[in-house]
RNA sequence: CGGGGUGUAGCGUAGCCCGGUAGCGCGCCAGCAUGGGGUGCUGGAGGUCGUCAGUUCGAAUCUGGCCACCCCGACCA
């Protein structure tokens, strides 16, 4: 194999960033910590996209759209989220160039300063609350249940493709309620979505969990997470879910009439996926020959490669492969045929395989006589010997095995690599020796939290939501302790 | 922003210490053979060596500045 990538035990960084980019997902810009995504990478996300957005509609939201540009005063209005960006924003300051005097190209036209800066949004809270003051009067008006996917900027100090890039693509949702409950019920039910996406379509499990005062979001009251385990042994954060209480409402001043004729601030909501999503489904999955995609995923479920030496042979194939390709489309099922004959067919194998594609057909003269055709599936590169009859039946089980299979891979490898300790030994040890998740027992407080990191790295993914309690000891501290939490290097 | 590293053809790199006509692999183009796991052979095209300056008869190579990227940290979805 000639671009091989280079395995994962060597670096596992520098792995993702081969598989990324020979798997022709996505590739450095020449604006810093930007990426292109390229074709292939993008229909993975569009993939996502529509799923996800389909789950949104289905518990009653609706897209629009809001402005990229944020006028720097609205940051300032609520305090602890202009703190959390403040230090990672894009700002327009002009917005005119002109040529050169000195002739050297195009300069800024300093006479076209802006009287108040624009950020370049982060994210959208304060530009959406703003306006969702304009839009809400009555209890009539709620709830306003609204998703925007747009791009964000975060002048990120490093960045990797698709984990952590300064400009990304993304959904936020945001809510607006009447009561606290019901904003809070809008919160779990979101992270809810988020789990069931992660596990039943991207094939990675997560743990839904809270995050401690010290990892919430910034404005925030509460936020919720699902964090999933990559094959280093690091976690990952895939999605968060926000009760903002009424922070924002109060910042913008939004305020409703009740049924009672009181005035009272709205409870709000936001929660977002990324296209960090492709950087998790790409750790969790893949192998040294590539990407392993789960079929609800992939863009291309089924390859199918002829195997001829000449134009006759080709025909008789095609012939075959055009009714096959017509039966697995019925079922819905997105074939590619990939006839061309400027690749010879061990080189097509490869390819798609570092494209992880899931099932590959190979169809040659032998199997035109036999009535057969090859089979290999992604997961487990078994091949098998498959009779035509009934083959998109069987393609379509086969698929729907891939994606369980693949999933319970994750789950396994997740199982194995968590681990809960009681003592401080112990969980340097895990950390050190294993990595993983590891359980344990934590005082509460958040300097506790603090020391931990400083001295380990590994910080409190969340509280799980199913958490058992059970009365213990803080590993650092030795102060009660009602429930263990997850601990984790996080990427 | 701190520490380290790297910039040579589309990609990956050798050459640099010790200055003297820029080399290799992949990819690309052409031809022939091949075709059930990244084919083989033959021929060919492609480089102001990141950039600016300095030293020198002569700089990819030595010196200095600048720029970009990567890795490790801090920060973060």
């Known amino acids: ?16 960033q081969d598989l990324v980019i020979k798997a022709d997902l996505a590739e450095n810009s020449a604006v810093r910590g ?4 390229k074709p292939y990478g993008y229909a993975i996300w569009e993939k996502m996209q529509q799923q996800l957005d389909k789950m949104f509609k289905e518990t009653g939201h609706v897209n629009a759209y809001f402005p990229l540009l944020i006028p720097k005063s609205f940051f300032s209005k609520e305090a602890s989220h202009v703190e959390g960006f403040a230090k990672e924003c894009a700002v327009v300051t002009h917005y005119r160039l002109k040529n050169d005097p000195n002739g050297k190209g195009v300069i800024v036209d300093e006479s076209a300063r ?3 800066e624009l950020i370049i949004r982060p994210t959208s809270e304060t530009i959406i609350w703003n306006t969702y003051k304009g839009w809400i009067q009555s209890y009539r008006d709620l709830p306003l249940l609204i998703n925007q996917w747009a791009n964000v900027m975060r002048w990120e100090m490093r960045t990797r493709l698709f984990l952590r890039t300064s400009e990304f693509l993304w959904q936020e949702g945001h809510t607006a309620h009447a009561t606290a409950e019901e904003a809070i019920g ?8 988020y789990a069931e996406f992660a596990e039943n ?3 990675m499990p997560v743990i839904k969990g809270i995050k401690t005062a010290n990892e919430r979001f910034a404005g925030a009251e509460d936020t919720m997470c699902i964090e999933a385990l990559m094959q280093d042994g690091k976690a990952l954060q895939a999605g968060t879910s926000h009760f903002l209480g009424q922070n924002f409402a109060k910042a913008f001043d939004v305020k409703f009439t009740t049924k009672e004729g009181k005035q009272e601030y709205v409870w709000a909501t936001s929660w977002g996926v990324s296209t960090r999503l492709m950087g998790a489904l790409i750790m969790s999955h893949s192998d040294d020959e590539g990407l392993v995609l789960p079929p609800k995923l992939a863009p291309i479920q089924v390859v199918i490669v002829p195997i001829f030496k000449n134009e006759e042979q080709l025909a008789l194939i095609n012939e075959k492969v055009f009714a096959i390709k017509k039966d697995l489309e019925a079922k819905g099922i997105s074939v590619k045929y990939d006839n061309r004959d400027t690749y010879k067919p061990g080189w097509k194998f490869a390819e798609y395989e570092l494209k992880g594609v899931p099932v590959r057909i190979a169809i040659g003269p032998r199997d035109v006589e036999q009535g057969t055709v090859e089979v290999a599936r992604r997961d487990t590169k078994e091949k098998s010997v498959y009779q035509l009859t009934d083959l998109a039946l069987k393609i379509e089980n086969l698929l729907s095995q891939i994606q369980d299979n693949i999933y319970k891979k994750a789950l396994d490898f997740r199982d194995a690599n968590t681990y809960s300790v009681d003592t401080w030994e112990e969980f340097v040890n895990a950390l050190d020796t294993k990595g993983g998740f590891i359980t344990a027992h934590w005082d509460g407080t958040p300097e506790t939290e603090q020391k931990i990191k400083e001295m380990t790295k590994a910080t ?3 509280i799980p939501l199913n958490n058992r309690k059970e009365n213990g000891k803080c590993i650092l501290t030795g102060s009660p302790s009602e429930q263990k939490v997850v601990f984790a290097r996080a990427y």
């Open 114 to 116: 802006l009287e108040e």
């Open 34 to 37: 930007c990426m292109v995504i």
């Open 201 to 203: 379509f991207m094939a």
């Open 1 to 16: 194999m000639s671009e091989q990538l280079s395995k994962r035990s060597e670096n596992y960084s520098q792995w993702y």
């Open 186 to 193: 809008e919160t779990k039910q979101m992270l809810d979505v």
């Open 460 to 462: 409190i993914r969340c």
